[in-house]
């Protein structure tokens, strides 16, 4: 590259709605691309005028896709230069950080297979990020630039053109809206590619689908969450507490609760942990507490019985009715359910009784027997799993899980989010074969 010639073909005017821009063409020594540079103004008159390096990204430039946030990024940095009278965009021809479209599509069906962008490019046998800003330094050279105000997240292209013999005075950062597409995305440039974003990517899908595309057959939408370790264990021996989830994880936890109608819980995880089933840790409204307690175990001393909605307890048919006074009298209403052949709570009845009071959307959060009912019943819409990182060698989430004839339950739409030290996954669940 130290032998580089850049040369300045053609010019033309291009009118957009953030301003007449002049679009000049470059041929270089070094490679066959196109690259470009958009100015605006009289450049000549700026000590250190506005600039932008933008590698093209024809599916976020051309297509608008949510995937990234480069499309919203161009015109931001149209409309910024645009407001300060002049400035220039430098767009260099290297599709997906340089692995070109055809790799870029092929890293994209790997991101959807639960890799994050800097995994997808190494198993496809490139760089993290194989981009050069040479030709954008030497075109800016040519265009008689030698100090400027750098609009970038990204301390990789101040490095870049530095090293080149341009001063960058300022760096301007480019915040773009984020959203469920892009989320873990903006998080891997953060944390893995050390992008200087302005503020955090927002959460995976956390909430349910609006009420009315919630019912599934009369029934709420449910929302499976838990916490397992690496092997797969919810806690070290049943009966036994054991907190797994991190304090930036747990947070997500409570953000999940507050999206959602109910929250649902056994009597396993009511004896063992005594919860309070609170969205404490943020803004929000606590959702409807409901134990699935079938013989009616539920202490009058549980801490849900403060909740400030007293719980639904979903018992059968069969359980003691003086068990069930006592805890009307403590504040709980007690729903008397059919009773599966195991002697427990039929789960589908229950759920058609929650959504006939209202309930639309429930979050599930265990223990192991809740869970694996729940899977078994084919009864579960959406999966919000934290993985800490450690081994216990304990009691596992699902148990036993019957198929039935039926396909294994499979996760669609598969994303994945850092949280502190713990590891997020959602995804959209399906039964089929």
């Keep these: 590259m130290s032998h580089m010639h850049v040369e300045k073909i053609t010019c033309s005017r291009i009118p957009t709605k953030q301003g007449v821009f002049q679009l000049c063409y470059y041929r270089n020594n070094q490679d066959n691309k196109e690259h470009l540079a958009l100015i605006l103004g009289d450049i000549s008159r700026e000590s250190t005028p506005l600039v932008r390096i933008h590698s093209e990204c024809f599916t976020g430039d051309v297509l608008g896709s949510l995937r990234c946030d480069c499309g919203p990024q161009l015109q931001q940095a149209m409309q910024q230069i645009a407001a300060a009278g002049s400035g220039i965009i430098i767009y260099l021809r290297q599709e997906g950080r340089g692995i070109g479209l055809l790799d870029k599509l092929r890293a994209y069906n790997l991101q959807d297979m639960g890799y994050d962008t800097v995994e997808a490019n190494l198993l496809l046998g490139h760089q993290a990020d194989a981009r050069d800003y040479t030709v954008a330094a030497f075109i800016l050279q040519d265009l008689g630039v030698r100090s400027l105000r750098l609009l970038t997240n990204n301390p990789a292209k101040i490095a870049g053109l530095e090293t080149h013999g341009l001063r960058v005075t300022q760096r301007l950062p480019l915040t773009a809206p984020p959203n ?31 009420n009315g595309q919630s019912a599934r057959n009369g029934r709420p939408f449910i929302t499976l969450s838990y916490a397992q370790s690496l092997d797969g264990s919810i806690t070290a021996q049943r009966g036994q507490p054991l907190s797994l989830s991190g304090a930036e994880s747990m947070r997500l936890t409570h953000q999940i609760r507050a999206g959602h109608d109910a929250i649902l819980v056994g009597i396993g995880t009511v004896l063992a942990d005594d919860p309070s089933l609170t969205v404490r840790l943020v803004d929000g409204r606590h959702p409807q507490p409901i134990i699935v307690d079938s013989h009616l175990r539920t202490p009058l001393t ?33 729903l008397r359910l059919p009773a599966a052949p195991d002697g427990r709570v039929q789960l589908p009845a229950l759920l058609h009784q929650l959504y006939d009071r209202g309930i639309r959307s429930v979050m599930v959060e265990g223990g192991a027997q809740i869970i694996t009912s729940f899977l078994a019943a084919h009864l579960v819409d959406r999966l919000a799993l934290t993985v800490a990182p450690l081994f216990v060698g304990g009691l596992n989430a699902v148990e036993n899980l019957p198929v039935n004839g039926h396909g294994f339950p499979r996760l669609h739409n598969v994303q994945t989010q850092q949280m502190g030290q713990d590891m997020v996954l959602f995804g959209d669940v399906s039964f089929e074969r």
């Design 302 to 334: 549980a801490k849900l019985l403060q909740h400030p909605h007293p719980p639904l307890i979903a018992a059968t048919d069969a359980a003691d009715f003086r068990r069930a006074a006592a805890l009307e009298k403590a504040g709980a209403t007690v």
């Design 180 to 210: 469920r597409e892009n989320a873990t995305y903006l998080q891997t440039k953060a944390v893995r590619m050390h992008h200087l974003l302005e503020t955090e990517p927002v959460l995976l899908p956390i909430a349910p689908p609006p």
